[in-house]
């Protein structure tokens, strides 16, 4: 692949809207939190192109994604997502709450069983 089908790996996650800024975007990539194609990578500067495979952490989810298309500007959300492939696993499920929440005289009710409560008033 020729260098004018590559991008640097800083400047395409700020594009692609991954971070909020290029800054944020650089200090992800030079602190060592980004992997292409499996690989961790350290320099700013590494040039991806269509077909590489991140591997990054966004908050607290970690996202993989396929590049699809090299971006010339900084555009709007709806073309930032035509240049990748999300194929971030789904979240597991948070367990819901298991029966209604306790009313007053059930919380002081558990809390007697248990011993945790002030019966010395």
Do not use: C
Not at 31 to 58: I, M, S, Y
Not at 92 to 99: D, K, L, M, N
């Amino acid at each position: 692949m020729s260098e004018a089908a590559k991008d640097r790996l800083d400047k395409w996650l700020w594009q692609a809207r991954f971070f909020k800024t290029r800054g944020l975007s650089t200090r992800a990539v030079s602190g060592g939190h980004v992997r292409v194609n499996g690989e961790k990578v350290q320099k700013k500067a590494t040039f991806v192109g269509p077909g590489d495979v991140l591997t990054f952490p966004q908050g607290r989810v970690i996202r993989v994604v396929r590049i699809r298309a090299l971006a010339t500007r900084r555009g709007p959300a709806s073309e930032a997502q035509a240049l990748y492939d999300d194929l971030t696993p789904p979240a597991e499920p948070v367990a819901a709450r298991v029966g209604a929440r306790p009313t007053k005289k059930a919380r002081r009710d558990m809390d007697a069983a248990r011993g945790d409560g002030s019966d010395s008033l």
